[in-house]
């Protein structure tokens, strides 16, 4: 059975604090996508990954980092979280362009952050 | 920019058959459809290909019309089960890897 992972379902952060989010997947995917979701505007993308240690900003990067050291494992990193950035995050992955892979994309059960 | 879905929100009776449509500013080379239901992860529910032909998965199906960038999934005979909120994604091709999702349409299906 094909799966991402998140570490956690629920997280609580105070303000300022560093959040580290990680995603596992078991599928050999080289692309992995980390997306936050907020009630009336869908999945926004923050960062992907197309292979190890490379990344590429989405459409909201502002107050993220990411870190792909192992193909398997995509983090999301907030420096200094805020309280906007309370919000649903998933992450996801995705086969090799070209590939049957690249035409369906899994995404994990989500992380809820709340910033206090 | 994301794709724009339509309408935001129906509630139909079990039996009943909707539309979602999708609809986007920028030349598609796919679209793809997925379901989620609340508290759970988005799920996929089919892939349309530029050039390719209509999908259907169960009673779900959906057409895709590449000189309008526009694709409508069709739902006939709702279950209860259908009920979540749909996403389109949207991908450009030319080597780009990510989807673009729109803003979900909420569907809930009653007894």
């Known amino acids: 059975d094909v799966k991402v992972t998140q570490s956690s379902r629920y997280l609580v952060k105070r303000t300022g604090e560093k959040v580290f989010l990680e995603c596992v997947q078991d599928m050999d995917h080289e692309n992995m996508f980390w997306y936050r979701q907020d009630p009336g505007l869908g999945l926004r993308l923050i960062y992907f990954s197309y292979d190890v240690k490379m990344k590429e900003k989405g459409d909201i990067p502002e107050g993220y980092s990411v870190s792909r050291e192992k193909k398997e494992r995509f983090s999301l990193i907030l420096e200094s979280a805020s309280t906007n950035q309370t919000s649903m995050y998933l992450c996801?992955?995705?086969?090799?362009?070209?590939?049957?892979?690249?035409?369906?994309?899994?995404f994990g059960p989500g992380t809820r952050l709340t910033v206090l | 920019q994301q794709p724009v879905q339509s309408p935001q929100a129906v509630i139909l009776r079990e039996g009943e058959d909707a539309v979602i449509n999708c609809s986007s500013s920028k030349a598609l080379y796919s679209v793809h459809w997925y379901r989620q239901k609340h508290g759970e992860a988005p799920v996929f529910l089919m892939i349309l290909l530029k050039g390719g032909e209509q999908k259907g998965h169960e009673k779900i199906s959906a057409s895709f019309n590449e000189k309008k960038q526009q694709s409508s999934l069709y739902l006939t005979a709702s279950q209860l089960s259908y009920s979540g909120t749909y996403f389109c994604g949207t991908d450009s091709g030319a080597g780009s890897y990510q989807l673009t999702f729109g803003k979900g349409t909420k569907l809930s299906v009653i007894p």
């Open positions: 996801a992955s995705r086969g090799l362009a070209g590939a049957e892979s690249y035409n369906e994309q899994f």
